[in-house]
């Protein structure tokens, strides 16, 4: 079964880190592109991060020199480090597969909440 399933969001304080993950499963992980993405409550989803086969990394100015994206290729697995969290980061964090550094894939996780207080 093709699937990408997100865990590690929560409630944190701002200030704060959280890392998220995603798991893989159903389709070749190691030779695609995947990003996160999120979508907070009334706003449209918006692009936080993507990271190619070979670990080159693009991101969001919102969240660059905070949030760093990483892959285990051996575990079907990538990362979302989030550090120095602030309200307005307070979203559905979701994990994509496909796609280019630059441009979403098809294939999307159903979310995990991240919530941050102030």
């Known amino acids: 079964q093709v699937q990408l399933v997100e865990s590690g969001g929560g409630l944190v304080q701002a200030g704060g880190s959280l890392r998220l993950s995603c798991a893989a499963s159903?389709?070749?992980?190691?030779?695609?592109?995947m990003g996160w993405y999120r979508q907070a409550p009334g706003k449209q989803r918006e692009w936080v991060a993507r990271?190619?086969?070979?670990?080159?990394?693009n991101y969001a100015d919102s969240v660059k020199g905070r949030f760093a994206i990483s892959r285990d290729n051996t575990k079907n697995t990538v990362f979302l480090q989030m550090n120095n969290l602030k309200p307005a980061d307070t979203a559905v964090y979701y994990c994509?597969?496909?796609?280019?550094?630059?441009?979403?894939?098809?294939?999307w996780g159903r979310g995990t909440q991240v919530t941050v207080s102030s």
């Open positions: 990271i190619t086969r070979n670990g080159d990394t």
């Open positions: 159903g389709f070749l992980f190691s030779v695609n592109p």
């Open positions: 994509n597969a496909g796609g280019s550094l630059y441009s979403e894939g098809n294939l």
